[in-house]
């Protein structure tokens, strides 16, 4: 059974950053993508970023490209979002979720889903 917990959420200003993190335990990612999406009060669940196990590969929503990194460390399971020049509209619940296939933006095509975790950017 995969599991996927997010830590790092938390309230900031607008312009600072944050970083989260998704440990993964229950099996071996190399063939998974894993992804982040969030979802904001009275919105539906939107992608923001996502990222191939195996080989790294990163892709971003336009909403966040160049403000948002996605990575992961194989050794620790674990997968991060490093979110700088954070504006209020980044305010949401953020999920990580994982597939065992290729890079997809739709929130049904996620297999497995984290517990989430609040971000807040205050202006």
């Known amino acids: 059974q995969v599991q996927l917990v997010e830590s790092g959420g938390g309230l900031v200003q607008a312009g600072g950053s944050l970083r989260l993190s998704c440990a993964a335990s229950?099996?071996?990612?190399?063939?998974?993508?894993t992804a982040w999406f969030r979802q904001a009060p009275g919105k539906e669940r939107e992608f923001v970023a996502a990222?191939?196990?195996?080989?790294?590969?990163?892709f971003y929503a336009d909403s966040v490209k160049g403000r948002f990194t996605i990575s992961r460390d194989n050794a620790k399971n674990t997968m991060y979002l490093q979110m700088n020049s954070l504006k209020p509209e980044d305010t949401a619940v953020y999920y990580c979720?994982?597939?065992?296939?290729?890079?997809?933006?739709?929130?049904?095509?996620?297999?497995?889903w984290g517990q989430g975790t609040q971000v807040t950017v205050s202006s």
């Open positions: 229950g099996r071996t990612f190399s063939s998974y993508v």
């Open positions: 990222i191939r196990w195996s080989i790294g590969a990163p």
């Open positions: 979720a994982a597939h065992n296939n290729l890079i997809r933006v739709a929130s049904g095509n996620y297999d497995y």
